[in-house]
Antibody
Framework: QVQLVQSGSELKKPGASVKLSCQAS????????MNWVRQAPGQGLEWMGW????????TFAQDFTGRFVFSLDTSAGAAYLQITSLKPEDTAVYYC??????????????WGQGTLVTVSS | SYVLTQPPPVSVAPGKTARITCGGN??????VHWYQQKPGQAPVLVIY???DRPSGIPERFSGSNSGNTATLTISRVEAGDEADYYC???????????FGTGTKVTVL
């Protein structure tokens, strides 16, 4: 069974950086594209972008350019999300999720359990 | 960009049927997926490809999609079905996924 396990909660001050991890197991890591989704407190799901696990090429949603970095350690089966110059509005739960593709139709399964990032002085 | 609209919170008695809609312009021409998110937990896929159920999802969950509305139906609702439900499509214009606003289902 494919499983994604994310790193633990983080408390950071504004201006700091954070790097979150997403460890995959149960399937060949490069079988799926890795996606990142943000959920601010009390809000809905917001897609941040994805990284091609074969090439390492990232794609970002419009609102997530500049301070956000996707990376991989393919040999370890892990994906990473780094956020620099943190702002209080970055406070959210960040999820990783595999993207499935069937005839050009895409959906997300499974999801990691999420990592809460709190940005506060 | 493409917008998906979901209704306000829904309340349903145990054993009854809950229907959660997802509205979008000609959404019937797209393929819709549904996620269940219980409080404090990650989303879980409950319906993909409009009406298919992943392994482990009860038959009580079903989906349909036509015209401008997709619908997630939960039959014989149980207390454990209390959650937020999100619809999702893939916007081929932007090559990005679009999530609905989410609907909270409360079991009375």
């Amino acid at each position: 069974q494919v499983q994604l396990v994310q790193s633990g909660s983080e408390l950071k001050k504004p201006g700091a950086s954070v790097k979150l991890s997403c460890q995959a197991s149960g399937s060949a890591f490069t079988n799926y594209t890795m996606n990142w989704v943000r959920q601010a407190p009390g809000q809905g799901l917001e897609w941040m972008g994805w990284i091609n696990t074969n090439t390492g090429n990232p794609t970002f949603a419009q609102d997530f350019t500049g301070r956000f970095v996707f990376s991989l350690d393919t040999s370890a089966g892990a994906a990473y999300l780094q956020i620099t110059s943190l702002k209080p509005e970055d406070t959210a739960v960040y999820y990783c999720a595999y993207r499935h593709n069937l005839k050009g139709v895409f959906w997300f399964d499974p999801w990691g359990q999420g990592t809460l990032v709190t940005v506060s002085s | 960009s493409y917008v998906l609209t979901q209704p306000p919170p829904v309340s349903v008695a145990p054993g009854k049927t809950a229907r959660i809609t997802c509205g979008g312009n000609n959404i019937g021409s797209k393929t819709v997926h549904w996620y269940q998110q219980k409080p404090g937990q990650a989303p879980v896929l409950v319906i993909y490809y409009d009406g298919d159920r992943p392994s482990g999802i009860p038959e009580r969950f079903s989906g349909s999609n036509s015209g401008n509305t997709a619908t997630l139906t939960i039959s014989r609702v149980e207390a454990g079905d209390e959650a937020d439900y999100y619809c999702q499509v893939w916007d081929s214009t932007s090559d990005h996924p679009i999530f609905g606003t989410g609907t909270k289902v409360t079991v009375l």
